[in-house]
């Protein structure tokens, strides 16, 4: 029989509080990685560097959405944008100069509705440019999802800065604006749209996926190479072997902003569109509507590249996945962007 006395009871309680205690010290050896612990704390190290709202927002998905979608305010992305700046030893000294970025062929000019724009790839560009040749008198009829990939080519060519640059017209002062993406989605919508199988409404970059294929697996053989197509995780390993990519498809967001030759007097959270679009269209005057999201879900968080984030990126090691952060750290201080493993993932978070 075993002997209950107190004083064996305390020798117990003892023990097990010293084995807990041990277990704690030697957390790194248990089957819970160390990398995966300072992913998260980095990531949390990151959202206190910036300036956070004196406005809060909820902490934990809730089933209101109104509650919930609701943007953070200009002023606060404002602040956003001028700590990633200094993150990256840039400073903006007034006036704008816009056609300082003329090497960057995102950023566009509409004289008729005298407003600047850069389209970030994968950040809803093809959508926005769409809805702002409507808005030009470009286009006089909106194109259906499957065709919005024309508005690429002649359609927006003499709206692109460098073109806007060769005619000498003043646009120091006139609207500006731009949509911003959480870097984890984007990555993950890019991959979707231009590097996978997967069937969408975009056109592939079938020779960028046959070069990671190439260079990660060794394949050389070109009738290979021609049937096989890039796991997101040998995407990863080809953006940290690169230092990401020239391709502005997969290329950090803050690289095609024209920044800091230029202030943005309005900053959209690709994650807001739906409920911020029509304070762009009332602020030009125009009766244009932007094409709805591919995805069948209104809500980003609920939306099919923000679940494939969250569970491809769980699965990811993460010592890759802290790498991939290291490279796009300063997109995710652009707007103060959650982490995958936050409730609110995509959303930034401002409270």
């Known amino acids: 029989m075993v002997n209950t006395t107190p004083s064996n009871r305390s020798f117990a309680l003892i023990s097990l509080i010293t084995l807990s205690a041990l277990l704690l010290i030697n957390l790194p050896q248990l089957n819970i ?35 919930y979608l609701v943007p953070p305010s200009q002023q606060w992305m404002q602040a956003q944008m001028d700590n990633a700046m200094e993150m990256l030893s840039l400073k903006h000294d007034p006036p704008n100069n816009w056609k300082g970025c003329d090497h960057l062929p995102q950023t566009y000019y509409f004289r008729n509705i005298r407003t600047v724009f850069t389209g ?8 926005w440019l769409e809805a702002l040749l409507r808005a030009e008198g470009t286009l006089d009829y909106q194109l259906p999802g499957t065709e919005v990939y024309q508005v690429h080519g002649v359609l927006s060519a003499r709206h692109r800065m460098s073109y806007i640059r060769q005619i000498g017209e003043a646009i120091s002062d006139k609207f500006s604006f731009t949509v911003i993406r959480n870097p984890w989605t984007r990555m ?28 990660i697996r060794g394949i050389t053989d070109p009738e290979i190479l021609e049937t096989l197509y890039p796991t997101f995780e040998e995407f990863l390993k080809y953006l940290i072997k690169h230092e990401t990519t020239k391709n ?72 890759i996945v802290e790498q991939i952060y290291e490279l796009y750290r300063e997109d995710f201080a652009l707007l103060n962007y959650s982490n995958f493993t936050d409730p609110n993932f995509p959303l930034p978070l401002y409270n």
């Open 33 to 67: 990685t160390s990398t995966t612990i300072k992913s998260t704390v980095r990531l949390v190290s990151l959202r206190e560097e910036v300036p956070t709202s004196p406005t809060s927002s909820p902490t934990q998905h809730q089933s209101d959405e109104e509650l």
């Open 120 to 127: 970030i790839p994968k950040s809803g560009c093809s959508n």
């Open 188 to 215: 993950v919508s890019g991959y979707r749209d231009k590097l996978s199988d997967e069937i969408t409404q975009g056109h592939d970059k079938r020779a960028i996926g046959i070069a990671i294929v190439r260079e």
């Open 248 to 319: 502005a498809h997969f290329m950090p967001q803050h690289n095609i902003l024209c920044i800091p030759q230029s202030k943005y007097d309005y900053i959209v959270p690709l994650e807001y569109s739906t409920v911020m679009n029509e304070d762009i269209w009332s602020h030009i005057n125009a009766t244009v509507s932007l094409l709805g999201s591919y995805d069948s879900a209104s809500d980003p968080r609920e939306q099919t590249s923000t679940q494939r984030a969250r569970e491809w990126f769980g699965k990811i090691d993460p010592s």
